[in-house]
């Protein structure tokens, strides 16, 4: 019986549903979904109730909090709880939402982030985390600003008279505290984005409740490793993807940092002057420019600042550094260069911002010591404006290895000829324009402030103080060029940067691929053909385009991958065009993971071969679960039907958004709990799963949660695929023991349905095949003892003889897979670019770390 799918929506006999299972019953589905989730988290419900019911009572549902009635009873702040005596504010602070607006964040935080935080703690820890971190971050932020107060502190003394009433501030403290008991993927974003946004609005709005905020997030580290008493646990490396979108994220939050000043109350952080970008003074624009017309006195020049500013086109150039930073960090998320460079960029323009505020008219009266600690402090604040932007630029430059992407030459070339000719196209109008109204500004314009002016038109109005006097057309033609080529310059920047994002340069054009693989679907290539797709590799094809050969060139040595595609009669005119090719650009080649049937081509031309590992083979027409060497995985098959797994056979591209995320959490968790460097080459991952080629085996419980998750390449002959290698495999914690068994096996057993010829479970690297009894041992040679060496060694890092002994369950045949190589002289170099094949990214630390594991 079998319990793999005969289609992607039929079900097998014996079998679940392919697609994950609904809730058991599909007309009370949503209530039972309700019932479990009230189950989940009680305290999460509660929190969202008492929110509501406290707001009505304090009235501050229907008026804030500074003029509700019974509001300033339950308020905590330097007023009322040390000077009233209102020793009880802490406590109910964190119950009263201080308006409407922060009501339906409180209860839809409560009912999602905090019921996640509580599904992680439990409802006693969960009470205990709101409490502790709440508390003590109001009751800790109200004696800091008390204590701040009493030495003269500008931000404490700004903020003497505010009150807090914001349940959000525990709802932080506890998802804080539950990134202890998360995965270390989970406990990683939770704690790096809720730090990032926290820091973002203490930074640029400053109001006391974000710094309370803070604080309890501060307390909920400490708690949190108190409760999970695990001691302080290692940093966990993150996958490429899982970096560059982290990276994306944090340089996201910044950009929205200045539109943050603009919230109430109006913005007290260290960098909120920078909402000045966005302000747009109230001016009597007409008046202003009659009167400095006829004479130019000395408040003229900040009121033709204001004038300059107005309109709809000086507002979207003002939120040009938001849009570049949210279009650095799409780039970022994608892993483009250009992106990289982009945010660097953007991030020291923004280190000019404070010289807009010092650059303006400030005075400062110093009369006293006294006097003097306001100034300073002043002065620090617009310093402190520099932190983020350098944090940011830090931030790239150390991820920088992340973002390797380039786009083609003619994109790069396309995307130039498009900005420059844009700029130069709309300066020259304006240029053109001014000039012949020469006389038409105020105040009277010479042709270098025409030339000036020219370039201000495409600068932020936050930054026109630094840039001189400013001039202001009256012509209607030269005031609409004047507010508009700015931002239709930006606009076309925009849209060529999207577009140069796109363009991937991967050393060998789509028709390339496409070429390749045409090729593969006629045969040739060996079970692990089709990875000669995956990024990385290039194509050479021979003269009649009837071959091809996969390869990369690595420190001068061509490392090609698997067989080559060719019919077998042609491999060895294949072999040797391919050698003469590399002889001709001066590269060793190195034919990699070849298998038994090309070595006689290797024997005729004179080269050495070794082998570096064994395919282990099933055959599905032939497969069944009968017999003793079948046991464990009988076992592992019965179990699973037992526990009634689902099987879905299926594509990336077919599955649903939830599905696809859940594939990606199991994949992130995996990788994030190695400190090892992440591998490619012949391993794929999360990207190469994603083929359209690529066929998807997954297995659900009984609750439709993922369970396991693995992929399969297909190998072609006459354009019918006949066998498939398993590349991906992830179990999610807390799978069924046994699931890649039962996998494994009901994948055999679809495919068997399917007339599926040869199932293999790929290649174990640096393993040795068993013995087999009718054979005479034969004599070990040099390089077989260093071999069995490295695996020996490799072993605690990364587990290939623990793989080779999981796939032998399998019972399969075995077939080694050979290194040909020219020159034993060029072996050390080989070996060289074939690690560097593997470990493409590795760094400095991740080799430390596994030097570290291999001591160990």
Partial sequence: MSTADTASTRPAPGSPPTSPPPPHERGDGFG????????????????????????????????????????????????????????????????????????????LLALTVMAAAERLLGTARTVLAFLVTGVGAVLLGVLLQWAALSVGELWATVTEFDTTLDPTIGIVGTLITASAFASALWRRRIRLLTFAVVLVFVLYNGDQNNVYRLIAALLGLALGALLRRGGIRRLHRSSHAETRNLVAAIVAITAFGPLLALLPPDGFGPLSFVATLFERPAVDAASVMARCDVSYTSTCRTELLMVAVQGPGPLLLSILPLALLILTAIGLRRGRRFALLLGIVVNAAMLLLPLTAIGGDVELEVESAKALTPAIEVLVWLLAAMVVPLASIALLIATRRQFQIRAPREAVARFVIIVVCSFGLLALAYLV????????????????????????????????????????????IVVLLYHWVGPVFWTVFVFATLQLYRATFTGRTIADEEHFRALLREGGGGTFGFMGTWPGNVYWFSSDGESAIAYRVIGGIAVTLSDPVCPPDRAERTIAEFVQFCDVNSWTPAFYSIHGAYLPVFDALGWPTMSVGEETLMHPQSFDLVGKPWQKVRQAHNRGIKEQITTLWTTWDDLSPLIQTQITSVSEQWVSEKELPEMGFTLGGLAELKDRDVRLYLAFGRDGELQAVTSWLPSWRDGRVVGYTIDFMRRADGSMPGIMEFVIASAAQRMREDGVEVLSLSGAPLATKPADEAEEPTERTAMDRLLAFLAKTLEPAYGFASLFAFKSKFNPTYETIYLAYPDPVALPAIGNAIAKAYLPDANAREYVALARTLMR
């Fill in 433 to 476: 324009a001014a000039l012949a109204s020469l006389v038409e500004f105020v105040p009277d314009a010479t042709v270098a402030d025409i030339f000036a002016s020219t370039l201000r038109r495409f600068v932020p109005a936050g930054f026109l103080s630094l840039l001189g006097t400013p001039i202001v057309p009256t012509t209607p």
């Fill in 32 to 107: 039972r979904a309700l019932l479990r989730y009230a189950r989940i988290a009680p305290a999460s419900i509660a929190l969202a109730v008492v929110a509501l019911l406290t707001s009505v009572a304090a009235g501050t549902l229907y008026l804030p909090a500074t003029t509700a009635g019974q509001a300033q009873l339950w308020a905590a702040g330097i007023s009322t709880t040390i000077r009233s005596g209102q020793w009880w504010t802490p406590f109910t602070a964190l119950f009263v939402p201080e308006d409407a607006l922060q009501l339906i964040a409180t209860v």
